[in-house]
């Protein structure tokens, strides 16, 4: 009688190599004076709850033209560690808005200025378009802002192509969001801009708002 022999074990498959790290991307958020406490949480809302790979995806800082507090438009202030040095090693720079009428904080133009002709995306939520109008970045292009300060900045800033009705505005590496609830649109569609369209899905499910709307 002939006895069958199993045949021998097939070696493991190799495991695939680990996905190669890639370090956080980095976002200054500029507070202005006063600055809205909904705008400035927004980034940090969004931004804070990407995962890729099981690792940060986004590295959020706040800065102001004078760390220390910052005056906002409601009842509370707000304690800025850091100031717009930041932005240096910045790969986004959000300008955060008031809600309000207010004017541009010459500092803060000079740095967003700079960020751009360094090549770092800048980006505004609600009238921090006016920061970037004022930093001449919005010069002939679409951009857009909370609806009722548009008729002042269309006044203030003839060059800028003021959009109305939309949610926000991606010219590259400028972008721009109208009021409150939209800067939430705009940071995600920088996530899906960076990360791809599951990471940005997957970020509103966490978040518990809508996923990504077209601007």
Do not use: W
Not at 87 to 103: K, L, N, Q, S, Y
Not at 140 to 150: H, I, M, S
């Amino acid at each position: 009688m002939s006895l069958s022999v199993p045949p021998p074990p097939s070696a493991p498959l190799p495991l695939p190599p680990p996905a190669p790290y890639r370090a956080p991307h980095r976002v200054a958020v500029i507070a202005p004076s006063p600055v809205s406490l909904f705008n400035i949480a927004l980034p940090e809302l969004v931004f804070g709850r990407v995962e890729v790979g099981g690792r940060p995806g986004y590295e959020v800082t706040v800065c102001a033209v004078e760390p220390g507090p910052v005056p906002t438009t409601g009842k509370l202030d707000l304690i800025v560690r850091h100031g717009l040095d930041v932005i240096r090693t910045a790969d986004t720079v959000v300008v955060a808005g008031t809600g309000h009428r207010f004017e541009p904080e010459p500092e803060a133009v000079a740095a967003v200025r700079e960020a751009a002709a360094a090549g770092r995306r800048v980006t505004s939520i609600c009238s921090g378009a006016f920061v970037l109008a004022e930093a001449g970045l919005l010069d002939g292009r679409r951009a857009t802002t909370y609806a009722d300060l548009a008729q002042e900045l269309r006044a203030r800033y003839p060059a800028v192509d003021l959009a109305g009705d939309v949610l926000f505005v991606d010219e590259g590496r400028v972008m721009t969001s109208s009021g409150y609830a939209a800067g939430i649109d705009l940071c995600l569609h920088m996530v899906r801009t960076d990360y791809g369209a599951a990471v940005a899905n997957d970020v509103a499910r966490r978040t518990l708002v809508a996923p990504v709307r077209p601007g």
